[in-house]
Structure formats: structure tokens, C-alpha cells
């Protein structure tokens, strides 16, 4: 199968700090990779698409220099909230999309949950 | 432009009970569309899939999904639901030719009362 790992599952940071989000494609390899924010009791809210070797394109309405997206490498992306404030905690999913596939399927990570205190 | 309109935002229904979860969409263009189910604190897993071909799709869980091109649905079934399907349901759908981006329902949260 196709799996998708984030790191860490969780985190608690205090307000000012910098967090990195991880996201993985563990046995496939990703050309694209999607980031969702997904508020409590709500659906996932796209935040950005990230291109492998390429600027990732924001969403309307995300701030680029405050959500960092890099895709270094075809099973790498990662997400930094950069001087997190308690308003951006939330459950964060990346997903991937399998290069080659024939529809062109998404695969979930678990989520991140982050709390900024 | 596409939308995804999920009307249910709760479904209660008793243990063992048939469940039906409803999903409309919009789109000037032909669609695939995918039903994930969201259990609490984890990521998302896909139930099943409409690509093309028969409109009645069988996925996991004893799940299954039927499109209907003229009322423009995506209704998802269960004929006897457990305690363990207690979770978010979200209906999305994507272009045929797109960026890969899928375009999301609100998510129905299907509650199972023993």
C-alpha cells in the first residue's frame, strides 16, 4: 500500500516559537503534496500545494512567510509554523499524491495536532 | 467552479440500523469522487471511489456508494451500521485532468446509539 507518515502526531509549543511539520511518502514517491488545516468540527481547509523542487502555491488567504513549505526531495515536504500564536493551533494533514498513478490518488497522513500555548 | 454539498451535518442512527449519508456536488466538468471516513484525532481514510464505469461502488466496511449523474449525487449506504463506524464522513470530489486538488464536503458525523 501506500502510506504517509507525519512527525510528530503531536506537539505543545509556546507562543513565539517555530514549529516543523514533517510529512513523508514512505514507500512512493510524490511529486505533489497537498497541506490542510482542519479546524475542530469542520472540514479540511487546503492550505497549500507543494511542487518537489518548486515554490509551493498558497491558498488565498495563507500567509506564505508564516507557513514555510518546503519539498526537498520526492518523499519529503515539511510545514513550519513559523512564531506560532494560539490562534494557529490546530490538526494539520499533508497529503501525497502518488507519482504515476492512474487517477492520481491522494494518500492521508495521520495529522499533527499543535497546540501553542 | 465545483462545490460539495454535504446537508447533514449530524446522522444519529441505532446500532445495526441502515445509514445513508448524503453528498451533492456542482461541476461544469465530469468528476471522480471519493468518500473518506475520519475516526477522532487521526488522518483521513478513503472508504471508496468513483472513477468511472459501474455507479455503484463497493468499498471497505461494508460500505458501499452509488452515483447518480442526473441528481448529481454521491450517497454513501451502509446496511447495518456498528459502534465502530462512530466517525466524520467527508464526501470529495476532483476534477477528471486536475492539479490533483479535491474539493471537499463539510463532513457529516455519523453517531451510532447502541
Known amino acids: 500500500g501506500a502510506v504517509v507518515s507525519q512527525h510528530p502526531s503531536w506537539v505543545i509549543c509556546k507562543s513565539g516559537t517555530s514549529v516543523k511539520i514533517e510529512c513523508r511518502s514512505l514507500d512512493f514517491q510524490a511529486t505533489t503534496m497537498f497541506w490542510y488545516r482542519q479546524f475542530p468540527k469542520q472540514s479540511l481547509m487546503l492550505m497549500a500545494t507543494s511542487n518537489e523542487g518548486s515554490k509551493a502555491t498558497y491558498e488565498q488567504g495563507v500567509e506564505k512567510d508564516k507557513f514555510l513549505i518546503n519539498h526537498a526531495s520526492l518523499t519529503l515536504s515539511t510545514l513550519t509554523v513559523t512564531s506560532a500564536h494560539p490562534e494557529d493551533s490546530s490538526f494539520y494533514i499533508c497529503?501525497?499524491?502518488?507519482?504515476?498513478?492512474?487517477?492520481?490518488?491522494?494518500?492521508f497522513g495521520p495529522g499533527t495536532r499543535l497546540t501553542v500555548l | 467552479a465545483q462545490s460539495v454539498t454535504q446537508l447533514d451535518s449530524q446522522v444519529p442512527v441505532f446500532e445495526e440500523a441502515p445509514v445513508e449519508l448524503r453528498c451533492n456536488y456542482s461541476?461544469?466538468?465530469?468528476?471522480?469522487l471519493f468518500w473518506y471516513v475520519q475516526y477522532p484525532n487521526q488522518g483521513l481514510q478513503l472508504l471508496l471511489k468513483y472513477l468511472s464505469g459501474s455507479t455503484l461502488v463497493k468499498g471497505i466496511n461494508g460500505f458501499e456508494a452509488e452515483f447518480n449523474k442526473s441528481q448529481t449525487s454521491f450517497h454513501l449506504r451502509k446496511p447495518s451500521v456498528h459502534i465502530s463506524d462512530t466517525a466524520e464522513y467527508f464526501c470529495a470530489v476532483r476534477s477528471v485532468g486536475s492539479n490533483y486538488q479535491l474539493i471537499w464536503g463539510a463532513g457529516t458525523k455519523l453517531i451510532i446509539k447502541p
Open positions: 497529503s501525497a499524491h502518488r507519482q504515476g498513478s492512474s487517477y492520481n490518488e491522494q494518500f
Open positions: 461541476s461544469s466538468v465530469s468528476v471522480y
